[in-house]
């Protein structure tokens, strides 16, 4: 069973930086997309960032401030964020989407304080 370990999630001010970083438990084939999800209190999870067919898209909330990157090699999936806003602050998920499973981590949670 593969797993999806996340870390570098945390507190920081409004402004400030975080590094999300997502790593498989081994090597995954067939893989559709890769990507970050968000869920915040009371609210529907919602799309973030993917990188599928070799291209990369963004929600509209975070274009220019969050950059998705993956190591293949590795099955391992970034999120940078910069810029941080208070409406970032949710539990951030990774995904990876194959022909056969959809594998999700077990959520970090991302402050921002105003």
């Known amino acids: 069973q593969v797993q999806l370990v996340e870390s570098g999630g945390g507190l920081v001010q409004a402004g400030g930086s975080l590094r999300l970083s997502c790593a498989a438990s081994k090597k995954i084939s067939s893989i559709n997309a890769m990507g970050w999800y968000r869920q915040a209190p009371g609210k529907q999870r919602e799309l973030v960032a993917v990188?599928?067919?070799?291209?990369?898209n963004y929600r509209d909330s975070v274009k220019g401030r969050f950059t998705i990157s993956t190591d293949n090699a590795e099955n391992t999936i970034y999120l940078q964020m910069n810029s941080l806003k208070p409406e970032d602050t949710a539990v951030y998920y990774c995904n990876i989407n194959t022909w056969f499973s959809d594998y999700w981590g077990q959520g970090t949670q991302v402050t921002v304080s105003s």
């Open positions: 990188f599928s067919g070799g291209s990369t």
